[in-house]
Each structure stands twice: as structure tokens, then as C-alpha cells.
């Protein structure tokens, strides 16, 4: 699709998924921004379920970048074991705590460059900090539900994520930029799984571009208009 047709398939589309998971948030369990900084980063290749059944006992052991920084590698290893990857995550999870308390008082920065900064932070764990602990995106969150989806929308080509992201942003207004992804980790559940998609009970059969579908199958469809409107 070019750029002119992403756009429009997007004006149709972002409407429905805003009304069918409008209320779809983070999954992740946090009450500051470090604690999603840390359970960002726990999450890489698990899943939030896992990762909420691991965060309360850490942030209970060690509630801030401080304590964290403090800790023993091998506590840290211990108590994220089950988030798979845990040496690698133990060990960035204490070099991120060292650099938050070494560069800014042990306060998680609130922007993209100084996020990324921080040793094992990429820019989709900034992006999700910024976006849903701090309200203000740097852009639209890629991670592999995102970047799955995105392609099958034909929104994308890439398997990069940062041009994934790139191409996102462009595309999908920046007040949606924060819950875009949130809707797109809801459709991939519940309709457009990698496993199978359900395009025949999918809102949006009538404008993506995926071949699964034939012509006939698709008019045979009795597709629900759009009701809702984005804010502007
Ligand atoms: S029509 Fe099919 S491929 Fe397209 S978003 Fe819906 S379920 Fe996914």
C-alpha cells in the first residue's frame, strides 16, 4: 500500500479498534515509573502475566533505583529466574539502577535520550516509560505483537522495530500514539492471533489488505459501520 492508502486504511481503522478496546491499558503492574522501567524490562521475550507474578517480592525487596543498585546479583537472579533470560536481566536490571542513581539521583528521567541512556534500556522500553508512566510518547511502542499486526495491515514492510516505529509514526496521529499499540496487542488476542486470524468475525475485514480473505468471503460479510469518532 502506498503512504496515501496506510493513511486512509488507518482513518477507518483507528475508529473501530478506539471503540472495540478503547479501555485496553498497559498490562504490566506498576506504581512509578521505575517500577515499569523494571518490569519493562522483565518482559522482554515473557510474558506481563509472568512478569506481574515476579515484580511484587522484587519491588518489595528493592522498592527503588537505590536498593536495586545495592542489591546482590545473585538476589536479583533468584527473584526474576522464572522471566526466563535472567542472568542477562539481573544483570541490566543492577546497571540500570547504578546509571539511574549515578546520573539522576536515582529518579527515572523523563525523556527519550536520557532513557535510552541508561544501560539496557532500548528505545521500545524508553517509549513504553515515557508513554505510560510519564503520559507524553516519543513515539508509537514496537514490540513483536505491534510489529506482527503492522505488517499484516500491510501498515508496514520492515521487521526492524525502530522502522517499524518510524514508519508507524508517521502515519498514526500522535494523540493515539500511546494506545495504538494497547489496541493492536487487544486485536492480536482476541481476532488476529499469529497462530490464526478470525477475519471472518474481524471489524476490519472490509479494509485490510491481507489475502486471507477472498472478495467473495468478504462481501458475503455483514460488517458493522464505524460509530465511534476520534478525538480530533
Ligand atoms: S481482516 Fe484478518 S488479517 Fe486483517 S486484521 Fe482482521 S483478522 Fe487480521
Given at each position: 500500500m502506498s503512504a496515501q492508502q496506510r493513511k486512509e486504511f488507518l482513518s477507518v481503522a483507528l475508529p473501530r479498534l478506539l471503540e472495540a478496546y478503547g479501555d485496553a491499558e498497559c498490562s504490566l503492574h506498576f506504581r512509578n515509573p521505575f517500577e515499569l522501567l523494571v518490569a519493562t524490562i522483565l518482559s522482554a521475550q515473557c510474558t506481563d502475566e509472568r512478569v506481574n507474578k515476579v515484580t511484587p517480592a522484587l519491588f518489595k525487596r528493592f522498592p527503588d533505583a537505590r536498593a536495586l543498585a545495592q542489591g546482590s546479583l545473585k538476589e536479583i537472579e533468584k527473584l526474576v529466574q522464572s522471566t526466563g533470560f535472567y542472568r542477562n536481566k539481573a544483570k541490566n536490571l543492577k546497571a540500570m539502577a547504578t546509571d539511574l542513581v549515578a546520573m539522576y539521583s536515582g529518579e527515572v528521567p523523563r525523556s527519550m535520550?536520557?532513557?535510552?541512556?541508561?544501560?539496557?534500556?532500548?528505545?521500545?522500553?524508553?517509549?513504553?516509560?515515557?508513554?505510560?508512566?510519564?503520559?507524553?510518547?516519543?513515539?508509537?511502542?514496537?514490540?513483536?505483537?505491534?510489529?506482527?499486526?503492522?505488517?499484516?495491515?500491510?501498515?508496514?514492510?520492515?521487521?526492524?522495530?525502530?522502522?517499524?516505529?518510524?514508519?508507524?509514526?508517521?502515519?498514526?496521529?500522535?494523540?493515539?500514539?500511546?494506545?495504538?499499540?494497547?489496541?493492536?496487542?487487544?486485536h492480536g488476542r482476541k481476532i488476529c492471533s499469529a497462530r490464526k486470524a478470525l477475519c471472518q468475525s474481524c471489524f476490519l475485514a472490509d479494509i485490510c489488505p491481507k489475502k486471507g480473505i477472498s472478495r467473495k468471503q468478504l462481501q458475503a460479510l455483514k460488517l458493522p459501520a464505524p460509530s465511534a469518532t476520534l478525538s480530533a
Open positions: 535520550p536520557e532513557l535510552n541512556a541508561l544501560a539496557g534500556v532500548g528505545r521500545k522500553t524508553a517509549n513504553v516509560v515515557m508513554g505510560n508512566a510519564f503520559g507524553e510518547a516519543d513515539g508509537v511502542v514496537v514490540d513483536t505483537h505491534v510489529g506482527r499486526l503492522s505488517r499484516r495491515m500491510g501498515l508496514t514492510k520492515k521487521t526492524d522495530a525502530v522502522q517499524i516505529e518510524r514508519e508507524l509514526n508517521s502515519l498514526v496521529p500522535r494523540e493515539h500514539w500511546v494506545a495504538f499499540p494497547h489496541w493492536l496487542i487487544q
